[in-house]
C-alpha cells in the first residue's frame, strides 16, 4: 500500500476548493512559484520570519528559497499557490 502524506492530501483538497471557487485567478505553473519566491513573499506583507512561521519552515530555509539554493518540496510548492491564489490565506495561518 502506498503512503501518502496527510498534509499534502489537505493542501490538494484545499487547492481544489480555492481554485474552483475562484476560477478568475491566474494561476502560474509550479515552475514559476519557485522562481519567483520572493515576490509571492513580499505580496503577503509578510515579514521573512511570519513567512516562515505560515511556512512551518526556518527563516534560513525561506533563505535558501529565495536564493534558489534549494527548491521547495512539492507540499510547500502546494502552500504557495494557495496563498499565491488567496493572499488572506497567510494572515489567517499566522492566527
Do not use: C
Not at 18 to 31: D, G, I, M, P, Y
Not at 53 to 69: D, I, L
Not at 83 to 93: D, F, G, R, V
Amino acid at each position: 500500500m502506498e503512503y501518502k502524506d496527510p498534509m499534502f492530501e489537505l493542501l490538494s483538497s484545499l487547492e481544489q476548493i480555492v481554485f474552483k471557487e475562484n476560477q478568475t485567478v491566474a494561476l502560474k505553473q509550479k515552475t514559476n512559484a519557485f522562481s519567483e519566491f520572493e515576490q509571492l513573499r513580499k505580496s503577503t506583507g509578510l515579514k521573512i520570519d511570519d513567512f516562515a512561521r505560515v511556512m512551518g519552515v526556518s527563516v534560513s530555509v525561506v533563505q535558501e528559497w529565495e536564493s534558489k539554493r534549494v527548491r521547495p518540496s512539492g507540499t510547500e510548492l502546494q502552500l504557495m499557490r494557495l496563498i499565491q491564489a488567496n493572499p488572506l490565506l497567510s494572515k489567517q495561518l499566522m492566527e
